[in-house]
DNA sequence: TTGAAAGCGCTAACAA
DNA sequence: TTGTTAGCGCTTTCAA
């Protein structure tokens, strides 16, 4: 199968030039006049010859980032490897994905290959590798950390700011009127710290209290069934609240299902508001209220950051990128 | 960043033995003393050594399973992925996705870079490819196709048998006393052939047929707004139909809006179905009767073929995944 | 400006 | 059973 590769010496052959010649011209390097360089690119051309990645690792760039994903079926991952690859359409670099799962032992393994397969470069979308394990991988290669708040020193990191989106929900619905709006949030025996619920949950916190209002804050999980658990057992208290805030949008979907079962209709009874504004939030069925994070602009960043590492730069950057709040059918005023 | 890196002569050094030896306790070859082994895992151990994946590849194998997603949009993309990668986890390979866009260009382009950086096979998922193009690539590599029918020569290929879904859906329909059915499929100007849309709407004439009934094929898009714009047309007929099977879930929602404005209820006035059994489907506020792919025995038995592939296989093999039916709550019998 | 040649880390004959 | 050695295709000094 790679017997019949063409290589950089038939190249050179068919140019008529060394190997060395061919692989400035490829490179673009100083020192190639315009006589050789036409020489070469027409033998490429004719040849077809593309360059072999292993070959160059071994020497020099792979041309390769990769992109860890922890979770395969997060709704917005689509949004940010398309704002990835966006930025890096008309760069020689490629992108490729490493499904790295839930648990920090399979993370931890996936990164190790990809730094094992000489990438450039990692970014990596919310990692659940403790600060540390981070530090170390940011060693060994450039590494911009997606989704994760505080603690970036040996790295860059893009991160919504989910303290601002949850402030835009409280107060949306605080503007409506609401005064017993709860949160439910994700439980999570995680080692790591900065995980973007913890802080959408701090945000709202901050948020209710900057109102004078008490908080209450429950914590089941990001799915339909844990936004169906929390709604079932906040809608049955005697003081329910009038609107809740589900910490995904995925839960809130879950939300609207236990109003559906208690007879409650949306938003004159409840009002519901999610976070991550994925694609059936739009569904005119759905029109769920939901914090957008435009996951193009958070990848697109992620990867320009990303390039600059690699060429050099060596200060750390945070880039925050700022949420929007998608207003929809799900949330109104309370009932009286 | 590679300069700290451990390598095959570290090890050599450390085991007091020879490079050779170490790269054949590495690959389980034949000829190594018990003691040369136990010595050889010690230092590997103890100096934290791994492969350099570019170097191995230059020789023999990386090690690596290139799986190019088509559309990472695409709501069962997460299941293949999983069981491809549940299947691989006990292997020594790696799995690497990448994002080949959804023009044939694009998909070319990935295609290529996964072959450059010499992976040991690759697994397309729905390619846009043409037969002649997959048949290129094939000889590059091992070659897995997923979802496209027919024309496997050169490679393997796992098909969901769409035929059957189709009939399965028909088959529901007619059972629940339903005459007017109409489907609604995907318009597209591809090149390519077999795609499962096309095979789909096809066998949905042939169920049609099979029961005696006239066929009535509308071609949109598979997209939220393709199903409503469908089915407002559809159903802005004199001789409406009692009951729309769209070929994707993703279609069949936006039928759901248009019956919820033409003030039809579902299932009573209208009943609709749908294809790929998307997680929103099973929502309780959705219940959409839909035909389920089974994804992940489908990732799982492209890896089996890839890696029986890579293994010496040469003879072509087909594998067709049946699909089920999930009948929920928007499929009923027809208004008398 | 160009080319010769020495590796990068590993595998696979082949020899011992 | 173990070790020696010649590359794999490319990049990169260093000379010419």
Redesign the pocket.
Known sequence: M?SG?V???DVARRA?????????V??G?????A??QAKVTQAIDELG?R??AA??A???RTYTLGVMLSDTRNPFFPDIIEGVTGRLGDTEYQVLLGPGGIEPKTQARMTDAMIDRSMDGLILIAPVLTDAELAVIATATPVVVVGRHGGAVAYDAVVDDDVMGAGLVVDHLVGLGHTRIAHITHLERARAQGLPHMVRAEGYRQAMRAHGLADDVLATSFTEEGGFEGARELLARADRPTAIFAGADIAALGVLRAADEAGLSVPEDLSVAGYDNIGIASLKRVSLTSVDQDGQVIGATAASLLVERIEGRSRSVTSSVSPTLIVRGTTGPPRL
Do not use: F, Q
Not at 29 to 33: L, M, P
């Open positions: 790679t590769r290589t950089i010496a008529g030039v060394s190997t060395a010649a061919v692989s400035k490829l490179r390097a100083y020192g190639v006049s006589e050789m010859y360059p072999h070959a160059r071994l020497r020099g």
